[in-house]
């Protein structure tokens, strides 16, 4: 029994808990307002809480005692988003991307810019006089937050501001809608199974910063932690929607609704085999549904830096699949979302050192 009962269908304050998680903002190098809420959220679960000198959030949840090995699981703060980088004559806002944003879906969102949160509107020309079916590079578009001048526009705000995407969280029935999920989520999960009974080992938690930029937090949060192994929750592009009626079979990368994502390769990591072995044999065995991430080169996590750590750390992702990954609006099947932890929380009481056997 856990304290708090694990199931796939998340209850009020599980949703409560994603919501929160994801309106909060935490552009990459800004984490603190996550952090700050994190840390309060899991003050009492844990024996020891420090925040690193990068800003990783890190967690000591003790565990029965029954097992000695040094596990790590890690979900990070950090959202894409965009950076102040100056002002125009007519009071429009230049801005470059922090972590991988798309140009082509930018035109048009609603952003919160600097720590005041001053709305604005990405500058898109309307159909009327826009021929063009051209992209608009990021370095061509502005934000426009109704200032009429330059020295209006400064009014607080400040270059090196941080923007993000100005998108409430909605439930839409058997799915969430929002910001950041990527990877609040994966935060959220992770404090779900801090808050279940302990597990046989000590669990070493890190709530990451800068993963959107280059997996900065998370290598510094290994050498730290010296992890035996490493869980990383997090978040994976979905795309299971038709392409093209001629190709009825087109090839998916995940399928919303499939169950939480086990990665087996993407562009930073070829995850342990024997920790994927090890999810599908636990999964398979509780029933709780699990697939695989089409095999490609492409996207990272946190595991990307984290295994490769002092002397090597055997490092598996689970993620929540999640279509329009790093845009405004981001689709989210609660019930993947709940079978994110499940999964882990019965790997982590099935996990002993013979699963790192060769
Ligand atoms: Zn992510």
């Known amino acids: 029994m856990t304290e708090q009962p694990l199931t796939d269908k998340p209850a009020t304050h599980d949703r409560?808990?994603?919501?929160?998680?994801?309106?909060?903002i935490g552009v990459?190098?800004?984490e603190d307002a996550v952090r700050d809420w994190i840390a309060c959220e899991i003050r009492e679960l844990v024996d020891d809480l420090i925040i690193d000198p990068v800003g990783n959030l890190l967690a000591v949840r003790r565990g029965t005692g029954?097992?000695?090995?040094?596990v790590m699981a890690a979900a990070h703060m950090d959202e894409v988003g965009m950076i102040v980088t100056g002002f125009d004559s007519d009071g429009t806002i230049r801005f470059s991307n922090v972590g991988g944003l798309d140009a082509r879906i930018l035109p048009g969102s609603r952003v919160l810019v600097g720590p005041d949160?001053?709305?604005?509107?990405?500058?898109?020309?309307?159909?009327?006089?826009?021929?063009?079916?051209d992209t608009v590079p990021i370095s061509n578009l502005r934000i426009d937050i109704g200032s009429l001048s330059k020295n209006n526009a400064q009014n607080g705000i400040e270059l090196g501001d941080r923007i993000a995407f100005d998108s409430p969280f909605i439930e839409l029935g058997p799915t969430v809608r929002g910001k950041a999920l990527d990877d609040r989520a994966g935060c959220a999960s992770l404090i779900k199974l801090m808050q279940a009974d302990p597990f046989?080992?000590?669990l070493h938690v890190a709530f990451t910063v800068q993963e959107e930029v280059g997996l900065r937090g998370a290598q510094v949060a290994a050498q730290r932690i010296a992890p035996d192994m490493a869980f990383v929750l997090e978040t994976t592009a979905c795309h299971d929607l038709p392409q093209d009626e001629s190709e009825p079979d087109h090839t998916t990368i995940t399928q919303m609704g499939g169950g939480p994502v086990i990665t087996v390769t993407d562009r930073t990591t070829v995850s342990d085999p024997r920790l994927v072995r090890h999810l599908l044999r636990v999964g398979d065995a509780a029933g709780i549904p699990h697939q695989f991430r089409s095999p490609m080169h492409a996207g990272g996590t946190d595991a990307g830096t984290i295994h490769r750590t002092r002397g090597g750390v055997p490092s598996v992702t689970v993620a929540n699949?999640?279509?329009?990954?790093?845009?405004p609006n981001l689709i989210m099947s609660l019930e993947d979302w709940a079978n994110q932890a499940r999964l882990l929380d019965a790997a982590w009481r099935a996990l002993t050192p013979d699963v790192l056997s060769r």
């Open 16 to 24: 409560d808990l994603l919501r929160d998680l994801s309106e909060l």
């Open 28 to 30: 990459s190098g800004e």
């Open 66 to 70: 029954e097992s000695d090995l040094r």
């Open 117 to 133: 949160h001053i709305p604005g509107v990405i500058l898109w020309p309307p159909i009327h006089v826009n021929k063009s079916m």
């Open 200 to 202: 046989p080992f000590d």
């Open 321 to 327: 699949p999640c279509r329009y990954l790093h845009g």
